[in-house]
């Protein structure tokens, strides 16, 4: 029998009952419609591998003195690519083992790896915001068009985005309410500042007060409530008198969704712009997932060893595009 054949001994027992017979068949949806926000998913594909590109910014209006010549003033253009993986999972079982199952749920279980799909873009998603090495997932964490990562201070030996710092904070921590706000009105402002290829300002007001998606570590969940959600706050620590003060964040009506996740295991903490016009993060999809069975109606492996199996694939591919959407706060 293969070593990682299913075994359900536990299911055998004539007497078992079935209250629990779904104990891990949980909701596989994870973050759900909070990723959306950050991540734009299942770009149609009919390659091996996609090239996207886009032109930068266009030139902007300048004065034209009478008697003299209409200047001219050209603009770039960048491309890049993403190659679509194989994804896959077996769930194997013996078919005794599924006629003696007395709980009648060894099917429906080995079906909820299929529903596990639902993830896959959300663990890829955080494989990419932490730079994260995962055998499991994308073998080599993919740039953005710039050249640079997600993540960065430069891009192309300029500063990211014409800004210092780029779109990469050095945090303060996050043991206070006061120091969280404060970095968070730094990424504010460094969204606010952040520029074109003709060093012109690259978000308008109105993609600004869309709001803002803050994902950070499960652990760190009360800190970051009382930062953005708690209407009144503690103000500055050893000035007399502390007193209490109204949360500015409440009062500016700023629109902040917080994500705890446990995904995240340190202090660092991540922003996206909901009216960012491009999600710095997107998958595109060649082939849906699919799903087939192995039983001895349909496999002369089932019929030779009485293993049987359910098994899911699919083809999809992830990358990075421009990443003016997100900053980093790193702690």
Same mark, same amino acid.
């Given at each position: 029998?293969?070593?990682?054949?299913?075994?359900?001994?536990?299911?055998?027992t004539?007497?078992?009952?079935t209250?629990?017979?779904?104990?891990y068949?949980?909701?596989?949806?994870?973050l759900?419609?909070?990723?959306?926000?950050?991540?734009?998913?299942g770009?149609?594909s009919?390659?091996?591998?996609e090239?996207?590109?886009?032109?930068?910014?266009?030139?902007y209006?300048?004065?034209?003195?009478?008697?003299?010549?209409?200047?001219?003033?050209?603009?770039?253009?960048?491309?890049?690519?993403?190659?679509?993986?194989?994804?896959?999972?077996?769930?194997?079982?013996?078919?005794?083992?599924?006629?003696?199952?007395?709980?009648?749920?060894?099917?429906?279980?080995?079906r909820s790896?299929?529903?596990?799909?639902?993830?896959?873009?959300?663990r890829?998603?955080?494989?990419?915001v932490?730079?994260?090495?995962?055998?499991?997932?994308?073998?080599?964490?993919p740039?953005?068009?710039?050249?640079a990562?997600?993540?960065?201070t430069?891009?192309?030996?300029?500063?990211?985005? &014409?800004?210092?710092?780029?779109?990469? @904070?050095?945090?303060? *921590? $996050? %043991?206070?309410?006061q120091?969280?706000r /404060?970095?968070?009105?730094?990424a504010r402002?460094?969204?606010?500042?952040?520029?074109?290829?003709?060093?012109q300002p690259?978000?308008?007001?109105?993609?600004?007060?869309?709001?803002?998606?803050?994902?950070?570590?499960?652990?760190?969940?009360?800190a970051?409530?009382? &930062?953005?959600?708690?209407q009144?706050? @503690?103000?500055?620590? *050893? $000035? %007399?008198p502390?007193?209490?003060?109204? /949360?500015?964040?409440?009062?500016?009506l700023?629109?902040?969704?917080?994500?705890?996740?446990?995904?995240?295991?340190?202090?660092?903490?991540f922003?996206f712009?909901?009216?960012?016009?491009?999600?710095?993060i997107?998958?595109?999809?060649r082939?849906?997932?699919r799903?087939?069975?192995?039983t001895?109606d349909?496999?002369?492996?089932?019929?030779?060893?009485?293993?049987?199996?359910?098994?899911w694939?699919?083809?999809?591919g992830?990358?990075?595009?421009?990443?003016?959407?997100?900053?980093?706060?790193?702690?």
């Amino acid at each position: 029998m293969p070593s990682n054949i299913m075994v359900t001994a536990a299911q055998l027992t004539q007497w078992i009952r079935t209250e629990f017979a779904d104990a891990y068949k949980l909701a596989a949806d994870g973050l759900g419609p909070r990723i959306d926000a950050m991540m734009q998913r299942g770009i149609p594909s009919n390659a091996l591998t996609e090239f996207y590109g886009y032109f930068e910014a266009a030139p902007y209006p300048r004065r034209w003195p009478r008697g003299t010549n209409i200047t001219s003033e050209n603009f770039l253009s960048q491309t890049f690519s993403v190659v679509n993986y194989d994804w896959g999972r077996r769930v194997p079982w013996h078919r005794n083992d599924r006629r003696d199952d007395r709980t009648q749920s060894l099917l429906d279980q080995a079906r909820s790896c299929g529903e596990h799909w639902a993830t896959l873009d959300e663990r890829v998603f955080f494989q990419i915001v932490r730079a994260a090495a995962d055998v499991n997932l994308l073998p080599a964490i993919p740039n953005a068009p710039d050249g640079a990562v997600l993540y960065a201070t430069t891009a192309g030996g300029a500063a990211r985005f &014409g800004v210092t710092g780029g779109n990469l @904070i050095t945090g303060n *921590g $996050v %043991a206070a309410a006061q120091t969280i706000r /404060n970095d968070f009105y730094e990424a504010r402002s460094r969204f606010r500042r952040f520029q074109d290829q003709k060093g012109q300002p690259l978000f308008s007001e109105s993609i600004l007060d869309a709001g803002y998606i803050v994902i950070f570590g499960a652990g760190n969940e009360q800190a970051f409530a009382e &930062g953005f959600y708690q209407q009144m706050t @503690i103000g500055a620590v *050893g $000035v %007399a008198p502390v007193t209490a003060v109204s /949360n500015i964040v409440k009062d500016q009506l700023l629109n902040v969704t917080l994500v705890p996740t446990q995904r995240i295991t340190d202090n660092d903490w991540f922003i996206f712009l909901k009216g960012s016009p491009k999600k710095p993060i997107f998958s595109q999809e060649r082939e849906p997932l699919r799903e087939s069975f192995a039983t001895e109606d349909n496999s002369d492996h089932a019929r030779d060893s009485g293993e049987e199996y359910a098994q899911w694939a699919s083809r999809r591919g992830y990358g990075v595009g421009p990443a003016y959407g997100t900053i980093e706060v790193n702690n």
